[in-house]
């Protein structure tokens, strides 16, 4: 069974830390890009960080550039979103997401699974 499961979020002050964490279950994580995408009331869905499998590549949104740093621990199938400097506008919903591309001699398969989200608000 496939499964993301996300932790970390809550309520914190503007300017404090939250770290996100996800961990991964009935897939081959290693094998899987990971991102982090966000959703406030009434917003489409943002991504907010990217890393790829092996994890020496990662991209932020800019809107979070400087303040948010994503990670993977691929021996404990677990990527991080550490997320620092909070602003209100960084309030929503936050949703791991796993995903890969496989390429066969007759075509190509998307693999795309996701967490059931953690809400991050930031207020005073």
């Known amino acids: 069974q496939v499964q993301l499961v996300e932790s970390g979020g809550g309520l914190v002050q503007p300017g404090g830390s939250l770290r996100l964490s996800c961990t991964a279950s009935?897939?081959?994580?290693?094998?899987?890009?990971m991102n982090w995408y966000r959703q406030a009331p009434g917003k489409e869905r943002e991504l907010v960080a990217h890393?790829?499998?092996?994890?020496?590549?990662?991209n932020y949104a800019d809107s979070v550039k400087g303040r948010f740093t994503i990670s993977r621990d691929n021996a404990k199938d677990t990527v991080h979103l550490q997320m620092n400097s909070l602003k209100p506008e960084d309030t929503a919903s936050y949703y791991c997401?796993?995903?890969?591309?496989?390429?066969?001699?007759?075509?190509?398969?998307?693999?795309?699974?996701w967490g059931q989200g953690t809400q991050v608000t930031v207020s005073s």
């Open positions: 997401n796993a995903e890969r591309v496989v390429i066969t001699t007759t075509g190509r398969r998307r693999d795309d699974y």
């Open positions: 009935g897939f081959v994580f290693s094998d899987y890009d």
């Open positions: 890393i790829t499998a092996p994890g020496g590549i990662t």
